[in-house]
């Protein structure tokens, strides 16, 4: 299987950055779409982001897009989720995701990271 470890959330004012950074490992032998969701206070958890296991192609949820750039590391270990221009409406829980796919879906992702928070103040 693949284990996923999120970092790098936390407080930041609104207008500021913060990059989030999904370690994966294990039997990732296959090729892995990687994603990012989140989940605030009382909503869904909804899609923010996602690349394929080549990192030729990104997908962006409407509401980051133009401010949030997902990618992956060289040796594709690692997914970054770079968010900036933040809101508040950004603040949630945000996951990082694996799924077995050869093109980037939005949903259905099997491995889930323990997630981390991002809160963003006014």
């Given amino acids: 299987q693949v284990q996923l470890v999120e970092s790098g959330g936390g407080l930041v004012q609104a207008g500021g950055s913060l990059r989030l950074s999904c370690a994966a490992s294990g039997r990732t032998f296959r090729s892995y779409a990687m994603g990012w969701f989140r989940q605030a206070p009382a909503k869904e958890r909804e899609f923010v982001a996602a ?3 080549s990192g030729g192609r990104s997908i962006y949820a409407d509401s980051v897009k133009g401010r949030f750039t997902i990618s992956r590391a060289n040796t ?3 997914v970054y989720l770079q968010m900036n221009s933040l809101k508040p409406e950004d603040t949630a829980f945000y996951y990082c995701a694996a799924r077995y796919s050869d093109v980037v879906p939005t949903a259905g992702y099997d491995y889930w990271g323990q997630g981390t928070q991002v809160t963003v103040s006014s």
């Fill in 51 to 53: 690349i394929s296991w």
């Fill in 76 to 78: 594709k270990n690692t």
